[in-house]
């Protein structure tokens, strides 16, 4: 599902961008913000719905790209290659009982086997290899590399790499596409990631593939979270959330269920990961239809390249556009943002005991639920039942997952909204360990069903703490969250390998890790309807209660806003 999926597989990164660069504008009264200098745009003339349209189509290769690896790396049933010494036919699952105890071993053979030669005690390892069933895949990077028995660690290993991939990827995307652009950032990293798919079909040994999958995962993360900060740069404020959390995250879980569709067909994996890279190659060619993000290049003084763009649009959406759109003064203020941040550092989330709270609980509930998202989404194969019918089923509780948070997602508090997704997901997991094994299809409902509940609070979270962050730390808050989030991801995949030993054993421990971070999220504030804080002081507290006072809450915030007012009116023009 990744970045599963990953990923996604994250929907509104968007925003870490967007409250710096408008509330930091809107400190001087006299200075119009980019929204209010395009107004005359509107908000769904062609110009935006091509937009829209364009850049979330790009998000069903990142939909399926961090979950392939359920169908690439899946392990088929599999036993011990007979000795050349022996000679006896059966059937499959005869030849499995009497060539050895185990799949990792096999009896010794003493001569030449005949029908009334006996067994020896005594075994050994597969010295002649393995045979693998293809009744489910023609092959996967298991049977290529005999990946199994004592090699066995390696497939949760280069499972782990895509995800350190993307954890590089996260901390690098920003900086790169601050300094060369959003657009040349996001077609670069589309062309990484289809590219790297293509030359990881050709991988002649084990290591190839998983420098490949790393370098994949740094595509993936980039391409998805720079295709929605540069859409998001192009649309008017009332485009900006149906766009991160519907159109883009529906596209996304689009690609994830075409990834089953994909995969039933296509048995071999190196065939699989060649299909995988062709839809992002075919989207190329959109280089000439999609233009740089102007609010970019505002921030470089770029401003006639600016205009050019906003006059453009404005030809599309057949619209009147003024004589100057970007005022010499006004422009200097947008591009003042920039060296403003500059004078706030990774320090400023734990300087201040409140900020350092909020930061360390951000870490903790970040890392959990990242774990179990990617967790359940990588553990399909392992759900009883088809696992191409159980990847479809997760795609498409996504799709409606997305739907229903972007509709819920204003309707409740933000902590008891979290700690209700929180909660059904590990009340859920912890239960399908009182399920008796021959319920397969109450197994697959628990399962689901948690996995929607971790679903909707991974997406759920970037949302709260994009309002709990101030506009100084922004950035570096959802960063440090990010990294956190994408470390728990690289753990789960070893997690998923204890299944080996226990079927529910993962359940178990996601469950209980999805209990801890919902307890942990009842201390967050609500900051549902409130304006984002600017500054550190106008972070909100978090509560030593669950029943915390709105009134005393509410009352801060205004005194800390009428603050800021009174300073801003006595800044000079």
């Known amino acids: 599902m990744t970045y599963s999926q990953q990923l996604i597989r994250h929907s509104l990164l968007l925003w870490i961008h967007f409250a710096h660069q408008q509330s930091v504008i809107m400190s001087d009264p006299k200075v119009k913000d980019f929204d209010e200098l ?19 189509l790009a998000a069903i290769p990142s939909g399926y790209m961090g979950v392939i690896v359920v169908f690439i790396s899946d392990t088929p049933e599999y036993h011990c290659k007979e000795s050349i010494d022996s000679t ?12 050895g105890p185990d799949s990792c071993s096999r009896y010794k053979v003493n001569g030449s086997w005949t029908q009334t030669a006996g067994l020896s005690n005594d075994t050994e390892q597969c010295v002649d290899g393995w045979v693998f069933s293809t009744e489910i895949y023609s092959s996967t990077v298991v049977s290529e590399w005999d990946l199994v028995c004592e090699h066995a660690w390696k497939v949760p290993f280069s499972t782990s790499l895509f995800f350190v991939g993307v954890l590089i990827g996260s901390l690098i995307s920003g900086p790169f596409s601050d300094r060369f652009g959003r657009k040349p950032v996001f077609f670069f990293t589309m062309v990484l990631q289809s590219v790297t798919a293509l030359i990881q079909a050709a991988s002649v040994s084990w290591v190839m593939f998983c420098v490949l999958n790393c370098l994949k995962g740094l595509g993936q993360v980039s391409n998805y979270g720079t295709s929605l900060i540069l859409g998001s740069e192009m649309l008017g404020p009332s485009a900006r959330m149906k766009f991160g959390l519907l159109a883009q995250g529906v596209c996304y879980g689009i690609g994830y269920a075409l990834l089953p569709l994909f995969a039933y067909f296509i048995r071999g994996w190196r065939m699989l990961l060649v299909a995988s890279a062709i839809p992002g190659l075919i989207y190329i060619p959109m280089w000439w239809v999609i233009p740089e993000s102007p609010r970019w290049l505002l921030q470089k003084g770029r401003v006639d390249e600016a205009e050019l763009v906003i006059r453009n649009a404005a030809k599309r959406n057949r619209v009147p556009v003024p004589e100057v759109i970007f005022r010499a003064c006004q422009c200097l203020e947008l591009m003042k943002d920039k060296g403003e941040e500059r004078t706030h550092t990774y320090l400023d989330l734990v300087r201040t005991p409140n900020m350092r709270n909020i930061t360390i609980l951000g870490v903790f509930i970040w890392m959990s639920s990242a774990m179990v998202y990617f967790g359940l989404s990588l553990n399909t194969s392992n759900l009883n039942g088809n696992v191409y019918l159980n990847c479809f089923l997760s795609a498409a509780i996504d799709i409606a997952v997305y739907v229903a948070t972007g509709l819920l997602v204003n309707r409740a508090p933000r902590p008891t909204l979290l700690f209700c997704m929180l909660i059904l997901c590990g009340i859920m997991l912890l239960l399908i360990q009182l399920v008796p094994e021959d319920m397969l299809v109450m197994l697959k409902v628990f399962a689901l069903v948690g996995r929607m509940g971790s679903t ?30 994408f470390t728990g991801s690289i753990m789960c995949p070893y997690v998923i390998y204890m299944g080996v030993y226990s079927r529910v054993l993962p359940y178990i421990i996601f469950g209980t890790v999805c209990l ?35 009134e005393k809450t509410a009352a801060v915030q205004s005194d800390t806003t009428g603050d800021c007012r009174e300073r801003n009116n006595r800044s000079p023009c």
Do not use: H
Not at 456 to 484: C, D, K, Q
């Open 38 to 56: 395009t107004s005359f745009l509107g908000d769904y003339g062609l110009f935006q719905i091509l937009i829209i349209v364009l850049l979330s």
């Open 516 to 550: 801890m971070a919902a307890a942990a999220g009842l201390f967050l504030p609500d900051t549902r309807n409130s304006k984002l804080p600017d500054l550190i002081s106008q972070a909100r507290p978090i509560r030593s209660c669950f029943c915390c006072c709105p």
């Open 88 to 99: 006896r036919n059966g059937t499959d699952v005869e030849q499995r009982s009497w060539i």
């Open 456 to 485: 909707s609070a991974y997406i759920f979270l970037f949302v709260f703490f994009t309002e709990l962050m101030p506009t100084v730390v922004r950035n570096m808050g959802l960063g440090i969250n990010s990294t956190a989030a």
